[in-house]
Every structure is written in C-alpha cells, then in structure tokens.
C-alpha cells in the first residue's frame, strides 16, 4: 500500500495543518465569526493577487468564477477577442459565446504561448469589449506573457476590459492585478492554495465594476453587485462552503509566512529541476521554450512505444503517484507532471526515481539515475529569480 501522491495541477495535496481545519464545527454564515475569517480570506488574497481593489469569492469551482467573470461584464453582442493556448483558453471563448459574445479567437499550436505579433493583428479588427487571456495554460503546460499581451491591449483599446483565468497560474508564477492593468482575475481554491475544491476568487477592477453596473447577460447566483453589496457586511449572498473558507485562511496564512518571492521561487526551482530531469533522459517536452514553461504542470511525452494511459497507471499501482493525462487533441500522446501548491524538491526527485524505473520495466531505452541527477544538477546552479514570466 502507497499513501497517494498527487501530482496533477489540481486538485493540489493538502497540507495536514489546512486538512484539520476542515474539521472544525459549523458556524452561521451571518455572523461575526465568519465575516472574521471572509475579513482574513479577503486580505490574503488580495495580497497574492497583489490588488488594492475587490476579491470576491464565490462557492463553486475555477468555471463558475470565469462564467460569473463573463456574465457580469458583457452584454449579448458584445465583441470579445480570446486568446487560445489550450483546452481552457478555448473552453473561456465558449462560455463567452454561450452567453451571446461575438467571439473572435487567436490560437496557438500546442505547447506555444500567445504570440504578440499576432495578438498586434488581432487587436487591429477591435474594439472589443473586453479580451479574454489565460495565465497558465493547464493542458499544455503554457505559461503566457499576460503583462505584455495586457500592456498591448492597453494600448490600443484603453477602455477593453482585460479577463484573466488564472485558475491555475495564480500563486504559481508571477501575476500583478494592479499594476498590470488587469480586469478581472480568476483562481480557485484547489490550485496553488493547495486548498480542497469549493472556493472560486476573482480580483475586480473599478473599470470593471462599471462594467457590471451596465452588463445585460442574464445572472443570479453568480451575480457580482450582489456579492459585493454582501461583501460590504462581511458576508456571502448564498450559503458559502463554510469549511473550505477554514482552511483558506490557514492556507494564506501559510502563503504569507513562506512570503511572495518563495513560493514563485519555489515553483519556478522545482519547474527547472523537472524539465532538466526529463531532459537528461532523453524525454521530449511539450513545451520548448523556457520562458513559456508553466510553472504549476509540466507536459512530457512518454518515450516512442510507450502509452501515457500504460505508464501512468504503473506510477500510481507502484509508487502511489497521480500524474495527470492529456486533454483534447493530446490526450494519447502526453502525461502531465503536476508541480504546483505544497511541493517540495524531495516530490520531484521521487517523481524522477519513479518514472525511471517504470520506464526501464517498460523497455524504454533511459539509464536510471540520470534524470534525478539531471535535476540535482540544475538545483546546484544559482536559483533564478523568480520575479518576471
Ligand atoms: C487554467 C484553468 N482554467 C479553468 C479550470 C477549471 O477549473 P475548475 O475545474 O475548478 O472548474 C482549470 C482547471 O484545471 C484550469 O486549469
């Protein structure tokens, strides 16, 4: 028997101290107990969202936060451009169209970031409403350059609103709300909170509170001004996952004691100790570029002869760990190594020893220890600064 591992980009592990919070007893959601821990919850996110302005959070998973994102914001009609790296970039553009948007796209190929060249072009068939963007890009491992794409946007359509779905990107690698102009912001609690599901928290500038005072998308759970006229009182509109807010706060106050520079940090080293594994085996990445490499998941494909479905499936019976499949058009070709939350370089040197010895039992043709040295190596070079995607 194997105590489970997991490595996917969420859900992410959750530390023993976070797990116990959810333990605790019930309390009324209108009470001063719990607009306490709202008051807490509110003040950590907004200093890991690096926001002066709103977080609000809602009770659902990372969707219902984009689609809350959407209907507040947009009228039927409206032009919107979605910037498409992936499955969740194209699953965003077709919320958006679900709700009556006139969705432009610009798409990447698989393993590529936004391309500023062509989001330039893009831009050019505007105005738009608003500009949908996400920050780390799950199914292909894509970290994009939203304060470039973001600065772009501004530029030519000051008044755009800029949608981001940092789900998965948020507390992985570096995003300023504030200063990067930034409209709405997306994350969910499963992801680098290491928080268990339940919990969607968007950043909401005042240009896209005046949005939200104009928008005609039809909304009632997910309707923000009513969430913000709660926020004021120090409560939620409907029932909130009252445990998963317990844990939260223990979670961000965690996030604060480890502070901004370590955890991105930490992401960033155990991301390039991956990668330098892999490499050293021989194993191809799906992601080539450095700067594009996401910080929370990295996507590898399996030597030739090998399935990733075969493969993964001895990594959990053997060794207890969870890898994450491919998803859409990669879903037979990659796996996914997930890095992101409470993960240590001791996960990803395990990771390493396991995935070579599966892959040797499997015939594949990789001289075991290489890719634990190959990331053992790679930590004994200067730590890169985390700061800058
Ligand atoms: C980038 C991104 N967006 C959206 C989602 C969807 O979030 P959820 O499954 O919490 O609804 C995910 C989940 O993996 C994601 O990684």
Redesign the pocket.
Known sequence: MHDIRLMI??PTPVPDEVLREMARPMINHRSPMFSAILADCRKGAQWLYRTSHDVIFMT???????EAALVNVLSPGDRVLSLVS????K??ADMAQVFGAEVHRVETRAGEAYDPARVAEALEAGPFKAVLM??????TAVLNPIEQVAAMVRARWPEALILV?????LGSAPLETDAWGLDVV?S?S??AFSVP?GL?MLAVSPRAWQAVGEARCPRFYFDLGKARDFDAKGQTPWTPAISVFYALAKALERMQAEGLEGILGRHLELTTGLRSGLRALGMELLVKDEAAASR??TAVFPPAGVAPSDFRKRMQAQYGIVLAGGQGALTDSIFRVGHLGHCSRVDILGCLAALESVLVELGAPVEPGRGVAGAQLAWQQPRPAAVGA
């Open positions: 980009p969420g659902a998973s990372g969707t219902g936060g984009l992936g499955v969740f970039g699953r965003f996400t920050h780390n890009e799950t199914s779905d940092a789900v998965s990107g997306v969910g499963q992801k599901p969607a929370a998941v």
